[in-house]
């Protein structure tokens, strides 16, 4: 579980006052054909050579946790089976629902969960809080080198125009 | 702290940021009892997190508000129009820290653009002279990078791509500022570490903010009662015309009612004209102080657009200050590019968290992981620029949905004017230009986030049926009542907005102590 599951905030849920218990129902937990299913989904909706099968396991709970209004089953239930299908077949398959609920849940989820996954930082190469190590000052926050240092002052010649004549 | 009592009348302060958090000091520090009402919690660098979505469930302002228009935003982020913060504090608590002045002729935007089809421009009734000695005032009390003598922030990776490709292109004016962080001590406060997380409030409190300034020296003075968590519903008045009290709500929904001399509205311009239009009364039956119909209408949100460029080589763009680059050159009016105004270029970086929901909000598939799986190699900026004010662009008060306390929601209609589309698409060529001059092997052009500059729903006017307060901020329908935010701004200029808004309130300040000593407040 990453902290952001644990938060449990993304943009789709901002909407929602959290003052009526009616929303927070829990629909019947997926079944193997399912699960496999959503991960196939999500590997292919969201492909990163690079990811390990991890984050994307994650990513399944929060989608599934997520599903408050129990559209997940049967939107991958009317998918049908995937397993002979190519990747670009089942892109395919999720471009005709992905104006539908269900395939919004899985994406507004999976942008937030798949993301703010700290395995998935490492491999894309962001190194999270820093405060505690005393930021990037000793630590790299220059340490581009494949081009020169710039000027950091402002500029120091003929002060800049604001104002220019149209021309005729 | 003081403890005033809800029957003392008192001035009223409602929020805690730029605005509000600045009025509350300023007041204070010449021995005015005030009290401050916060709909957010009391914050403080220790609570801040680094960690995007973490401290956006922690600050962000989450309250229900409803949207329509053509913006992008209204489909992609129907609920959550506006990007500002709910904390003591306010949006300084995330602010980038940039600090440019508005031009001279940007206070004219009416003379010097002449009519815009749509717009509704007018000039301020305050010119750049008028508000120097404040905007200089403002500087200091913020510690702007570059300005009364401070230093210059180190360029960091992300400036580093951004400089050269500027110098590249033959810009001149471009700068690590001005900035509203630290370079060196001042002020009390420690240098930048460059952690890379001043939108998470910065826990090393180099980043100015009234967190970390205004409202800790505001509560040292004794006379500032400061009511966290508690959000006002409703400004009341007397038979006479003058407002008399402010109620709202605490913590566990109980309403309160304090009394009050002046009131002070600084909520952002979104909750600030909602306010406003929730106190209607037989005397204002459209709202208070709207007898001109312009409360919450004239919504400008500025021309923004992101640009996020991929290379061959390792970038960083995460580490160090987040917008501590700025190029001006493009911060003129040059009617000869085909539209008015213009736009400042600054260095933005997200994290993976957010730029997978902001880069191209509703993308999926390889097009999108590709720029994910760039993010090492990514330079971004934000461009930020002058955008037309509408009539029709306007927070209402939404007839079908309530919040938790059964008021009604803000609903915010916003359309882009053609002028606006026009300079974010100019914005993204020179953003192209920049990082095209220094090996960018692509550019993403990233639509605008949900609004972190929200102004003019209260707009000043030298005319009362033009707009909402005089040149002061003062209601024109209503002598003690003044509004102390960014909804004041009559045009919204280039400029990030929050330098303008401290000098504001600052001259604001200044004014209600001159009123008050000859009696007339």
């Known amino acids: ?168 | 702290m003081a403890s005033i009592a809800h029957d003392d009348p008192v001035v009223v302060i409602i929020g805690s940021g730029a605005g509000g958090g600045t009025m509350a000091y300023e007041l204070t520090r010449n021995g005015v009892p005030c009290v401050v009402l916060e709909a957010g919690r009391f914050l403080t660098p220790d609570d801040y997190e680094n960690d995007e979505w973490a401290a956006f469930g922690q600050m962000a302002w989450l309250d229900m508000r409803t949207t329509s228009g053509t913006w992008r935003v209204a489909k992609d982020f129907p609920n959550l129009p506006a990007w500002i913060v709910k904390a003591v504090g306010g949006s300084t608590t995330h602010w980038s820290g940039a600090t440019p002045r508005i031009m001279a002729h940007e206070f004219k935007a009416r003379t010097t653009y002449g009519a815009v089809d749509g717009a509704n421009l007018l000039d301020w009734p305050i010119t750049l002279d008028d508000l120097a000695p404040w905007y200089d005032k403002a500087e200091q009390a913020i510690g702007s990078t570059h300005r009364h003598g401070r230093p210059a922030l180190p360029a960091n990776n992300n400036y580093k791509v951004f400089a050269n490709g500027a110098e590249r292109v033959g810009y001149k004016y471009y700068a690590t500022g001005p900035y509203g962080t630290n370079a060196e001590p001042y002020d009390g406060r420690p240098a930048s570490i460059q952690d890379g997380f001043n939108f998470q409030g910065d826990k090393n409190t180099s980043k100015w903010s009234t967190a970390v300034r205004e409202i800790p020296r505001a509560l040292k003075t004794g006379k500032l009662d400061l009511r966290p968590e508690c959000h006002a519903v409703r400004i009341t008045h007397d038979s006479t015309g003058k407002v008399d009290g402010v109620e709202y709500l605490d913590a566990a929904g109980s309403l309160h009612k304090q009394a009050a001399r002046v009131v002070c509205v600084a909520g952002n311009s979104i909750e600030s004209p909602r306010l406003l239009l929730m106190s209607a009364s037989s005397l204002h039956p459209d709202g208070l102080a709207n007898s001109s119909g312009q409360v919450g209408r004239n919504y400008m949100r500025h021309m923004t657009g992101s640009a996020y460029a991929r290379f061959d080589q390792p970038v960083r763009m995460y580490r160090g200050e987040t917008m501590a680059g700025i190029i001006a050159d493009e911060a003129k009016h040059d009617p000869n590019r085909g539209f008015a105004g213009g736009y400042y270029m600054e260095t933005l970086s997200l994290g993976p968290a957010f730029l997978a929901s902001f880069i191209e909000p509703g993308e999926w598939g390889r097009s999108f992981t590709e720029k994910m799986d760039a993010f090492l190699n990514t330079a971004g900026m934000w461009i930020v620029g002058e955008d037309m004010p509408q009539e029709s662009n306007r927070i209402t008060l939404d007839d079908e949905v309530k919040d938790a306390h059964g008021l009604p929601v803000p609903h915010v209609h916003f359309d882009d004017h053609p002028n606006d589309v026009a300079m974010r698409e100019h914005g993204y060529a020179a953003a192209d230009a920049i990082y095209g001059a220094v090996g960018s092997t692509g550019v993403h052009h990233t639509p605008p986030y949900p609004s972190t500059h929200n102004l003019g729903t209260c707009r000043m006017s030298e005319k009362p049926e033009d707009g909402v307060v005089d040149k002061w901020g003062k209601a024109h329908d209503v002598p003690n009542l003044f509004v102390s935010d960014g909804s004041v701004m009559t045009t919204g200029a280039a400029a990030n907005p929050t330098l303008t808004i401290v000098a504001l309130a600052m001259r604001q300040a200044d004014h209600i102590l001159q009123e008050m000593s000859t009696g007339q407040l």
Request: proline letters at 7%; a negative charge.
């Open chain 1, 1 to 168: 579980m990453t902290d952001l599951q644990d938060a449990a905030i993304e943009p789709e849920d901002l909407q929602l006052d959290n003052t009526d218990p009616e929303t927070s129902g829990s629909p019947e937990p997926l079944d193997d054909e399912q699960q496999a299913r959503l991960l196939r989904v999500l590997k292919v909706a969201y492909p990163h050579p690079s990811f390990p099968d991890g984050p994307y396991q994650r990513t399944s709970a929060a989608v599934q946790q997520a599903d408050a209004d129990g559209v997940l089953a049967d939107g991958l239930d009317a998918l049908g089976d995937l397993d002979g299908l190519d990747d670009d077949a089942v892109t395919a398959a999720l471009k005709a629902v992905e104006e539908t609920p269900f395939f919004r849940l899985i994406h507004s989820t999976t942008v937030v969960a798949l993301y703010d996954d700290h395995e998935v930082w490492q491999i894309l190469g962001y190194e999270g809080s820093s405060f505690e190590k005393g930021g990037y000052l000793h630590r790299g926050f220059d340490d581009l080198d494949w081009l020169p240092d710039p000027r950091i002052e402002e500029y120091d010649g003929e002060p800049r125009l604001e104002l220019v004549e149209k021309e005729a």
